[in-house]
């Protein structure tokens, strides 16, 4: 029995998450497909977490038990040939019996990108949120001090989950305007505000309801010391709306 | 009477080209339809160029004769209302009654971007042509240098075209390999080659078919000094295949 790693690129916006739904394209479903393709046997694919609909990966990690004899190199090249091009495997390797993507990774990266202009590039519209109030950055930057560290965020998750703890630990947060982008090696000019976290763990919606939350410090809504009323309060009511999954990056998971 | 002079962006991935035709989805035709919308007239809108199937732009001009009396600004807000996301009208001005997209033009720059790696970027596969064959990038640069300055150009242009003349003048041409590209502030590795042309105008399909023959050259199927022979033949049979659309950008135009 062999434990393979795949570390895989995704644009989600034609999927409804990572998550595999009855009914419903989704990006497991359509990897999970693949490897049954080629091995002739259903196997589930563990990934380091579910992304919502929409929501992007430079980096998800996933992995599956296989009998097959198949080299983690040829399993790549196999399921490149099968995915779509908006799924593309980057990497394959072999991994330990007990190493788990989800509960080995020690930290998470998630990127999302705002775009605070007009009008949208058609280079970018998939990838941003759209937000035409202007933002004032600094005073993102000053709420979101209040985020870092160890905290109960459970203000800032979904209110229809179940988990054990709703505590994490923010190890940075960085809020930064971008007068451009890069695409191609070309600039594409636009103000852009990159929000970049990086916890130990993420619950349910916390990177969208967190940004949704530092736009309206952002839109001068919420003040920006009011991030710690919302903090105390574990009440998702508190905190302001959810960020759309289309600005949403899973940028890299760390083992 | 207004002459209102519109720069765009499109991506190219689900158009027909430029060029309005009958019973398909052409960005002329999409435009035209939205002014239509706007002012109640049918309007013919006059571009650089056509470009084709496929192919992107991040700076097309195009222009427009209305009696309307709404402002250039007016109408941008307008139009990015009502056309699809996949094309944008960056900016709006006025210009002078004997301006012309295509005949004031005194230079225009195009791009072309190969990824020579595997596997695709999700993030890029729309704007590439993935050649699998390791390229030398050396001999392109050598091969291109024939290129430059004032030449027949018949050998790089479709064959079923019926224009005066086949001379145009490549002011440069750079044939960069770049080792990543930046998508959202963030790299994307891989080996990612970049061939730019300035010209005093381009034939159809021209950046197409030299790139198409400098990759023969990079895969050691064409010598770099045939380019000579390719370019005396004034013969489209000499020089190598068009690349695809989807790999072409329309940086520029200036005036």
New interface residues.
Partial sequence: MKHILLSI???GTNYLGWQRQPNALTIQGVVEEAIERITGTATTVAASGRTDSGV?A?GQTASFFTESRLTPNIF?KAL?ALLP??????SAELAAADFHCRFSATRKRY?Y?IYND????????R?VWHVKHALDVEAMQRASETLKGRHDFKSFCAADTDVQSSVREIFAIAI?P?PC??????M?TGK?I?LTIDADGFLRHMVRNITGTLVDVGRGKTDASAIQQILNAKDRKKAGVTAPGRGL?L?RVFY
Same sequence: chains 1, 2.
Avoid at 85 to 90: A, P
Avoid at 118 to 125: A, I, Q
Avoid at 181 to 186: A, G, K, M, N
């Fill in positions: 690129q995704y644009d992007h430079l790549q490149n091009y908006d799924i593309r495997v980057i990127f990108v007009s009008p949208v590039s058609p280079f970018v519209y990838y930064e971008l982008i890069s695409f191609l090696d070309t594409i852009f990159k990056f940028d």
